[in-house]
Every structure is written in C-alpha cells, then in structure tokens.
C-alpha cells in the first residue's frame, strides 16, 4: 500500500499570499495518478487537481499541480478567503486502495 | 445535473446491522465506477471501495475487506454499503463518490454526495 505523507500539517498564511502544499509518496505513483481534494468543514471534499496537473471542471487557474514520481505539490497563487480549507492528496495509480494522504490544514494567519 | 444523493444519518447500537445508500442520477449509473470513503470525526478521508454498477465488480481496500459490504442496484442507480454488526469505531461519515473517467477503476473521484453521519453507541 503506497503511503503519502502531506507537509505541512498546518499552513498559517494571509489572504494573497501563495500557498505551497507538499505530499510525498512511499513509492512512485504510476503515470503521475495523484489528485488533491478541498474539503471545508461540513462538506463532503471537492476535486482540484487530477492526473497530478490537470484542474477539474471550474476550479479557477489559481490552483496548479505538478510533481512525479514521489513528490508532488499543490500551489495556490493568491489566497482568497474562500480558500482556506483543509487539502487532501490522494493516489490512484495503485489500487486497491487509492489512498490519501492525512490532509493539510490551510488556516488565515 | 450528475448528482448523488446518499442517505440519511442513522443513529444504531453495537451490534446492530444497517444499510446505507447512495443514489446516483443525470448520467449513466452503470457506466462509472462508485467508492465509498469513512471520514472519523475530526480527521481524514479513508479510501474503502469501489464498485462498478454495470457488473457489480468490486474491489476493498484491505482494512475494510471482511467488514463491510459494497453493493449495488442498477435498476435503481443506487449503491450500498452495509455492516452485519456494527462498532462504536464505525461512528463515522460516509461518503460516496463516482470516478471521473467510464469505466475507470483506477481514478479520482469527481462527483460526491453530501455523506451519511453514522453514530454507533450503547
């Protein structure tokens, strides 16, 4: 089973900063098959990202992917309020299970 | 509009067996791939498994395999997930969510419902 560890625990950033989310994989993640999902409390979580680069239908271009392999990110450019949220990365490359990584909490400074 | 609508809470005891579902509507149920994922209060989503609707394939992840039971109906577009005897460790929300790609096992999850909160205890 492929785990993936996510750093920071806790982001403490201000509105229009840009925010860097890290996961890193036990293993390589075949054909990059990692995504990263948005979840506010309350609310079952929001796709971003697949295929490690590739926004999903109406996220706006402020969030990007990238990494292979082991290492990924997720940048978002210019905070906005509504961003902050708790991130998740998850692999599908192998499976089962697709796994997630233990979140990234991205709270207002 | 592709939507799925699950269930609502359920509130058991140990021991006691339950079913909860997760209707899928405005695309072609048979066509995608469904998973289920436990949130535990206050902490991360858990990846359980999945099942294509058009053959009733499925897959578990190892620590839900034996534990609960993934189903589906396609004449009615919805899929289950079901205990035979519940645990207060099973307090949980429930989420399903349909993959992104037909026919795609091995995918992220584009669309889900709004979860299924359920509470076990004596």
């Known amino acids: 089973e492929i785990v993936l560890t996510q750093s920071p625990g806790t982001l403490s950033l201000s509105p229009g900063e840009r925010a860097t989310l890290s996961c890193r994989a036990s293993?390589?993640?075949?054909?990059?098959?990692l995504a990263w999902y948005q979840q506010k409390p309350g609310q079952a979580p929001r796709l971003l990202i697949y295929?490690?680069?590739s926004r999903a239908t109406g996220i706006p271009d402020r969030f990007s992917g990238s990494g292979s392999g082991t290492d990924f990110t997720l940048t978002i450019s210019r905070l906005e309020p509504e961003d902050f949220a708790v991130y998740y990365c998850q692999q599908y490359g192998s499976s089962p299970p697709c796994t997630f990584g233990q979140g990234t909490k991205l709270e207002i400074k | 509009e592709v939507q799925l609508v699950q269930s609502g809470a359920e509130v058991k005891k140990p021991g006691e067996s339950l079913k909860i579902s997760c209707k899928g509507s405005?695309?072609?149920?048979?066509?995608?791939?469904i998973g289920w994922v436990r949130q535990m209060p206050g902490k991360g989503l858990e990846w359980m498994g999945i099942?294509?609707?058009?053959?009733?394939?499925?897959r578990y992840s190892p620590s839900f395999q034996g534990q609960v039971t993934i189903s589906a109906d396609k004449s009615i577009s919805t899929a289950y997930l079901q205990w035979s005897s519940l645990k207060a460790s099973d307090t949980a929300m429930y989420y399903c969510?349909?993959?992104?790609?037909?026919?795609?096992?091995?995918?992220?999850?584009?669309?889900w419902g709004q979860g299924t909160m359920v509470t076990v205890s004596s």
């Open positions: 295929g490690a680069s």
């Open positions: 099942i294509y609707p058009g053959d009733s394939d499925t």
């Open positions: 405005g695309y072609s149920f048979t066509s995608y791939w």
């Open positions: 293993q390589s993640v075949s054909s990059s098959y």
């Open positions: 969510a349909r993959v992104l790609v037909p026919a795609t096992a091995r995918d992220a999850f584009d669309i």
